[in-house]
């Protein structure tokens, strides 16, 4: 028998229609033979009414009592997608979190998933019932309602496959598979059908929101292929695959991402000597922000310039927690710059071609972009421009890589 875990998200299952929708394709499903298990998120943007409610009542309210909050959008969902089924003729029962149970460490918010026992599900699985999971949540060992950070339900969804050794973890959308670049921006981009697991980490920490990051790690790390389908239109959509297909050529990129979530931050003038990036960058990581690329340039006179980015959001915090750190070190200045997307050409042909960075430079000159700050890895190449650019490089790079001809 295949077991199949199946996840939707909130547009997916916004209202009664869409949740009827959504259990005719599970009856598909089952009449295929598969044991299904299927993880929901909240109906709609219903998590984002409850953040701003909560906001409202108490803009600093406790992280564990918006954990109770927000565990509540999913439970909704579940039932209703059970009673969905049940009038179908199907049987079906729902489990929050802590019922199944899923367990995670105590960081309400963003916590991490610890263990998750099976053998509720899997009885279920076997008694011909489909298991109805509420997504990104968790408990912890003291019994505490968790949540595992905004877009979760992917997570969980990759989680319980790993959990249950599935077949395959099928995550419905709004889209019916990865593109080479946002369909929204570049009209001719195209579905990829398969795209490599590396590829794909690339691809959502690089901005492509498809899939919450997290998600692609943990299948990756327990081998459990994922497929992103429209919940929509049927179609084949992406397969994320662990191997790189050698049957065809490699192209050298096979997508362009852009991310304006991105904050700079550069330090002019910082006294050139050993410990200061440590001072600095250890101060960042102890308050937990996010640093991604970082430039260090020789200056002159024993001087050196320092350009790094943040999260945007996290930028003025960052800046704050800097200014006293600066004034020690005995640097000039401290600036911030919100106006910039990072651009980044993934694929993992890169390691097989050479010449990547060239057209990419090629083509952002081309149109006049001027390119802030670059950073490489193995398969991608990434580049900091104004933001008001981020789309007409976008698509530059999109037409310079003939990510257009399939
Ligand atoms: N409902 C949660 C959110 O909006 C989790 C999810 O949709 O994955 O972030
Ligand atoms: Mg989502």
Do not use: W
Request: charged share 25%; aromatic share 4%.
């Amino acid at each position: 028998m295949t077991t199949v875990v199946c996840k939707f998200g909130g547009t997916s299952v916004a209202d009664v229609e869409r949740i009827n929708a959504v259990a005719e394709t599970l009856m598909k499903h089952r009449a295929d033979g598969e044991d299904v298990v299927v993880v929901v998120s909240a109906m709609g943007k219903s998590t984002d009414a409850l953040v701003e409610m909560a906001a409202e009542i108490n803009p600093k309210g406790s992280a564990r009592e918006s954990d109770v909050l927000l565990s509540t959008g999913e439970q909704i969902t579940i039932a209703l997608l059970s009673m969905a089924l049940e009038q179908r003729g199907q049987p079906a029962r729902s489990y929050t979190g802590a019922q199944i149970p899923i367990v995670t460490d105590s960081r309400h918010g963003s916590a991490r998933i610890k263990d998750i026992n099976p053998d509720k599900m899997r009885a279920d699985l076997d008694a011909g019932r489909v298991v109805v999971a509420a997504g990104f949540q968790g408990v912890d060992e003291q019994g505490n309602i968790t949540t595992l950070g905004r877009g979760g339900s992917d997570t969980t969804a990759v989680a319980l496959a790993a959990a249950l050794k599935a077949d395959e973890c099928r995550i419905y959308t709004d889209v019916d598979g990865v593109y080479t670049a946002d369909p929204r921006i570049v009209p001719d981009a195209r579905r990829l059908d398969r795209i490599t697991v590396e590829e794909m980490l690339e691809f959502a920490s690089l901005g492509a929101k498809v899939l919450m990051t997290r998600s692609v790690e943990f299948a990756g790390r327990y081998q459990i292929p994922i497929r992103v389908l429209s919940s929509f239109e049927p179609g084949p959509g992406t397969l994320i695959t662990f191997e790189e297909d050698d049957t065809v050529e490699q192209p050298s990129v096979s997508g362009i991402t852009h991310d304006l979530d991105d904050a700079k931050i550069t330090i002019r003038a910082v006294p050139d000597k050993t410990g200061i990036a440590h001072a600095i960058f250890g101060a960042v990581s102890d308050a937990d922000f996010n640093v991604d690329m970082i430039v260090q340039n020789i200056g002159d006179d024993g001087m050196t310039d320092l350009t790094f980015t943040v999260r945007r959001a996290e930028m003025e915090a960052t800046l704050a927690l800097l200014e006293p750190i600066i004034s020690e070190l005995g640097a000039a200045s401290i600036s911030g710059d919100e106006h910039i997307a990072k651009i980044s050409a993934v694929g993992v042909g890169m390691r097989s071609h050479t010449g990547i960075a060239a057209t990419m430079f090629e083509a952002l000159s081309a149109e006049n972009i001027n390119i802030q700050m670059i950073s490489t890895s193995e398969i991608k190449i990434s580049v900091v421009v104004e933001d008001k650019y981020a789309e007409l490089a976008v698509r530059a790079l999109h037409r310079a890589f003939r990510l257009d001809e399939a």
